[in-house]
């Protein structure tokens, strides 16, 4: 029986001003070097453009984008950065959970966030925010939402009573719940 090869990374950073093409000009550049993007988030965060890629290639491949990158920083006024990596370790089983906190809008909350869960060595995996107006009054509401990963030996009822204790004592509105899939 063949051993499976462990697949090679290249995680792409890149933040810059945003502009219309920057999106087919860095796909384009990891195409035309022989890889695929297995994950990416990507957004405008004021008026800038902030990209994050996980990208799949041979280690020749990967080494040909390491050099493609500081001409594509230049052609888009981008500033990117690169760094080799593996596959994600196991480890320990984890459940995936998905918590959505509202509120209106202070400083301190995804602190407040970070810390219950790092202090429950439980991993903050992927995490979006936003502020928007609530209807009707116009108040400056926070939105969170993320996925953490859960020990599967961790008692959730009892987590799950506890974090909900501790963000109604910061007035959040919050949800944990698995996520399903």
Known sequence: MEK?????FLVISALGEDQP???NQ??????????????SRMTVLGGEFAA????????NTLAKIENALPELERQLGMTIISKRTGERATGRPLLPYAVD????????IVNNLAGFFSDRKINIEDMATSTYAAAHT?????????????????H????????MDYCDGLNLDAVLEPIKG
Do not use: Y
Request: proline share 3%; hydrophobic share 40%.
């Open 4 to 8: 499976s090869k462990q697949k090679t």
């Open 138 to 154: 116009g108040t400056t509401m926070f939105s969170v939402h993320m996925t953490v990963g859960i020990p599967a030996d961790m």
């Open 21 to 23: 093409g920057i999106v």
């Open 26 to 39: 860095i796909s384009k550049t990891v195409l035309e070097h022989g890889c695929n993007i297995e994950d």
């Open 52 to 59: 994050i890629l996980l990208v799949e290639g041979k280690w």
């Open 101 to 108: 906190v509202v509120s209106m809008d202070h400083p301190g």
């Open 156 to 163: 959730i009822a009892g987590l799950r009573e506890e974090f």
